[in-house]
């Protein structure tokens, strides 16, 4: 079994371009796959591999002061669900393109899982999935509210559109592991919406220490890597990936007549050009082939 890791810190580090080299370093000796993205504002990642590389680049990290307190989730699968090792240097650690937003000036209040039921079934309080819409159709709270985004940029257009603070008195939020939410709190907060609250350590959290029969989670969650879900035990789940818009299917989505294996789906085969056909024929070509190589 290898050792999955999903961390993030959001913490002042001038000097992060720095950090790249050494950090893609020790990732690669311990035999760890995966991406991190490292900015002026944080370090932001998931990783997997051998316990043990695992444990020493997350070791690394908080050997630095700053990012002592990092917390990270842990979750175990058969294969590495990563090809490759990257270090990204970025503007931000989560794309929001809001100037002077950040977690580290003003965030919204931090709800561990054990407290999440009692305050998402208030009906006082408004429940926001902070997501993209592809990731919340495959699962979600009951009630919550979906934004409709392609992209957490779009979030702040949706709040100035859709919600007024005058109005929605409690607004509760959640996403994968909690940092999408620690900024979409902080530009709420920002914008005068008094009370704020979002799930401490995410989804992701919630399924680790919250038992089925008392969930309130529906389906299972989209994880930015080669496993497309898990479920409510965090193992891998029952959906794969169009490999033509990316979006995760069900069963039922690879039963249409539209969805070829490697080339699209019924979402994106009305929008497959000739040349961008060619390309994915060619890069489900050279995987069949490496696959061959490692058999």
């Known amino acids: ?15 992060f371009e720095a950090l790249q080299a050494p950090l893609l370093a020790i990732a690669e000796e311990g035999g760890v796959k995966g991406t991190i993205l490292l900015a002026s504002e944080g370090v932001n990642g998931t990783i997997a591999g051998p316990a043990e590389g695992v444990q020493a680049v997350l070791a690394w990290l908080r050997a630095d002061e700053r990012l002592a307190k990092m917390r990270h989730k842990e979750s175990f699968a058969d294969f590495i669900p990563f090809k490759r090792m990257k270090v990204r240097l970025k503007k931000e650690i989560v794309t929001l393109r809001q100037d002077g937003v950040s977690p580290l000036d003003v965030v919204g209040t931090y709800v561990p899982p054990q407290a999440w039921n009692e305050l998402i079934q208030d009906p006082d309080v408004l429940l926001i999935d902070t997501r993209n819409d592809f990731e919340v159709q495959v699962g979600s709270f009951s009630g919550a509210k979906n934004p409709k985004t392609t992209a957490f940029g779009e979030f702040p257009e949706y709040v100035e559109q859709n919600l007024d603070p005058s109005k929605h008195k409690k607004v509760a939020m959640f996403c994968t592991g909690g940092i999408r939410c620690e900024k979409a709190t902080a530009f709420m907060l920002q914008k005068g919406f008094e ?8 989804i992701l959290r919630y399924l680790e220490e919250v038992a089925p029969e008392e969930s309130l989670w529906e389906g299972e969650c989209f994880v930015f890597d080669e496993r497309v879900t898990v479920d409510h035990h965090l193992r891998p789940g029952q959906y794969t990936i169009c490999e033509g818009c990316w979006r995760p299917l069900a069963a039922e989505d690879k039963a249409s007549p539209h969805y070829e294996e490697g080339i699209c789906c019924e979402h994106c085969y009305a929008e497959l050009t000739v040349e961008k056909r060619a390309s994915l024929e060619e890069r489900r070509r050279q995987k069949l082939l490496q696959e061959a190589r490692e058999e």
Do not use: K, R, W
């Open 195 to 202: 009370e704020v609250y979002h799930l401490e350590g995410g």
């Open 1 to 15: 079994m290898f050792l999955i890791a999903a961390f993030y810190q959001f913490a002042e580090l001038p000097d």
